[in-house]
């Protein structure tokens, strides 16, 4: 099992920035892939960015692609989300998540392929 605490969420203006932190704990060598998914009030998680553990494969939701930028510090045990041109859509709690099994290219920002979560943080943005 792999425990997983997100921090760095916040309120910033349209076109800012913030720098989400993900830090791992456990059984961490298990995990495959990492990724960060996001949960507006009244709508589904989804998917927004995903790395593969094991090289710098990365992956993302057309909504992000060019703003957002997952990364990894495998010494620290930590993965990032670092977000940029914020805009009032991304108004969301952010979730950080781990899949221990192998998962298929298609379904990398899919959530039922994660079986480890965090808490989440909140990322509000203001237009």
């Known amino acids: 099992q792999v425990q997983l605490v997100e921090s760095g969420g916040g309120s910033v203006q349209a076109g800012g920035s913030l720098r989400l932190s993900c830090a791992a704990s456990?059984?961490?060598?298990?995990?495959?892939?990492m990724g960060w998914f996001r949960q507006a009030p009244g709508k589904e998680r989804e998917g927004v960015a995903a790395i593969y553990t094991g090289g710098y494969s990365t992956y993302y939701a057309d909504s992000v692609k060019g703003r957002f930028t997952i990364s990894q510090d495998n010494a620290k045990n930590t993965v990032y989300l670092q977000m940029n041109s914020l805009k009032p859509e991304d108004t969301a709690m952010y979730y950080c998540a781990a899949a221990t099994g192998w998962v298929r290219k298609s379904e990398r920002l899919q959530r039922y392929e994660y079986n480890s979560w965090g808490q989440g943080t909140q990322v509000t943005v203001s237009s």
């Open positions: 456990g059984n961490t060598y298990s995990s495959n892939f």
